[in-house]
């Protein structure tokens, strides 16, 4: 699986951005799906994880009622809306996925990483 994130730019605060990660195979449907971010200086963290047929959601505490994951199955593409930004929003976000939904919230030791898409907010 090869994982391909894009979306990401400088966006004022307030304002909204759409991050897409397209996956390459024919068992997209097959694996659970996260989105992480790195910040400068600080470790790689979760964001949200959506389970393999979409029902259910994961979010970090920092990003609930703002971020929304979704899952787009006939394209092999995972989304992450991402509205009311934050500058300390502002880092470098992953997408990586696994079949094990349990693996993808803990965010480690994840089969597939994508490479990352740079999200900054400006205040």
């Known amino acids: 699986v090869q994982l391909q994130a894009s979306g990401g730019g400088l966006v004022q605060a307030g304002g909204s951005l759409r991050l897409s990660c397209a996956a390459s195979?024919?068992?997209?449907?097959?694996?659970?799906m996260g989105w992480f971010r790195q910040a400068p200086g600080k470790e790689r963290e979760f964001v949200a994880a959506?389970?393999?047929?979409?029902?259910?959601?994961y979010y970090a505490d920092s990003v609930k009622g703002r971020f929304t994951i979704s899952r787009d199955n006939a394209k092999n593409t995972v989304y992450l809306q991402m509205n009311s930004l934050k500058p300390e929003d502002t880092a470098v976000y992953y997408c990586?996925?696994?079949?094990?939904?349990?693996?993808?919230?803990?965010?480690?030791?994840?089969?597939?990483w994508g490479q990352g898409t740079q999200v900054t907010v400006s205040s």
């Open positions: 959506i389970s393999r047929g979409g029902s259910s959601t």
């Open positions: 990586g996925t696994d079949r094990r939904e349990s693996t993808v919230v803990a965010g480690k030791g994840l089969d597939y």
């Open positions: 195979g024919r068992t997209f449907s097959t694996y659970a």
